[in-house]
């Protein structure tokens, strides 16, 4: 069973754990996921599709990304999502927290923060892998077929994280 840590409005651990997806968070508590956009120097993006059997966005588009494990920081956990879902190890590469951003789902019990990670790694399909559990298959997209995605309401947190496409690191 994985366990996530509970953070305070100022994100900041509180020294209490959750179970993974329990859903008990009462308002002004949180836990916290990371996304890592991962850039090729040629301006195209590594986005993967969503599993059919997600309960949450099935078939949707996004980046790799993932809840932060109870003990872990965020880099840790961007590194450890990334190579998990899709074969990549960009421990190596150059890179940067672009933003986090934070949602109140009031009285559901899943408020979270989210840091999101911009790297910039120079990969070929053939190094891609993506996680079978995870993901149908992957497309390394152009800006301007993200955005697409997004316009057909089909890519998941593109509102919130979409300045981190355009970033330079």
Known sequence: MEYWDIYDSNKQRTGRTMKRNDWIL??????????GVIRRPDGRFLITQRVMTKAWAPGWWEVS????????ESYEAVLREVREESGLD???CRHKLALTYHRENPGKGDNYFVDVYLFEMDFSEEDVKVQKEEALGFRIATLEEIKA?????????????REVFEMEI
């Open 65 to 72: 990304g993932g809840g932060v494990m109870a003990g872990e």
């Open 90 to 92: 960009v421990s190596d």
């Open 149 to 161: 995605l997004a316009d057909e309401g089909i890519f998941l947190h593109y509102d919130s994280i």
């Open 26 to 35: 009462q308002d002004g508590e949180y836990h916290l996921s990371v996304l």
